[in-house]
């Protein structure tokens, strides 16, 4: 891949190990569940799990859900969607949302094409609340290009994802031979 990490590494819809957290301390889990499986060319995957009222951590009881669902395509390719939802956000006002489009599609041995587009909603945040990535790899014997466009809004906010560093403009361009 041509980012190789950095702070500017797009961001994550859903990540596990931000249920039971607030503001990066933990908070106990009251119970949930999880479904995963696949029906036919799609995955799908749902979780809903609660938290419990933590008063020293100025903390509600929360609720995660994460719905995902991939539909497979030709041979190495899929498109996806996903939606995450915080009933209570982390500062303890409102709620917070994500959710987002994705593909992956592989042509031949040496094409490949990455994208999504995803949009939070955090009741104290508007505006600016958009990420998308577009990215391009041709990897041929004597001919090779990659090409990348992210995008991280100042206000995105994946509060049961993660993110590394939000506002990112980024471009990218490479030709070998």
């Known amino acids: 891949a041509p980012t190789g990490g950095g702070d500017?590494?797009?961001p994550t819809l859903f990540y596990s190990r931000r249920i039971g957290l607030n503001q990066g301390r933990e908070v106990p889990l009251v119970g949930g569940g999880r479904l995963t499986g696949r029906l036919?060319?799609?995955t799908l995957g749902l979780l809903n799990i609660r938290t419990e009222q933590e008063p020293d951590l100025q903390s509600l009881a929360t609720n995660f859900s994460v719905v995902r669902v991939k539909r497979d395509l030709l041979r190495r390719s899929s498109i996806g969607a996903i939606f995450t939802g915080r009933s209570i956000a982390q500062n303890g006002v409102g709620t917070n949302e994500a959710y987002g489009v994705d593909g992956t599609f592989a042509f031949?041995?040496?094409?490949?094409?990455?994208t999504y587009w995803a949009r939070t909603r955090t009741d104290h945040l508007s505006g600016e609340d958009t990420s998308y990535r577009a990215q391009l790899d041709y990897a041929g014997d004597r001919y090779g290009l990659q090409l990348e466009r992210?995008?991280?809004g100042d206000h995105f906010n994946p509060e049961v994802g993660f993110l590394r560093r939000d506002d990112i403009r980024k471009s990218f361009g490479q030709f070998r031979f």
Do not use: E, R
Request: net charge negative; aromatic share 12%; hydrophobic share 50%.
């Open 8 to 10: 500017d590494t797009p």
């Open 40 to 42: 036919g060319k799609f």
């Open 150 to 152: 992210l995008v991280v």
């Open 108 to 114: 031949f041995d040496s094409l490949a094409i990455n």
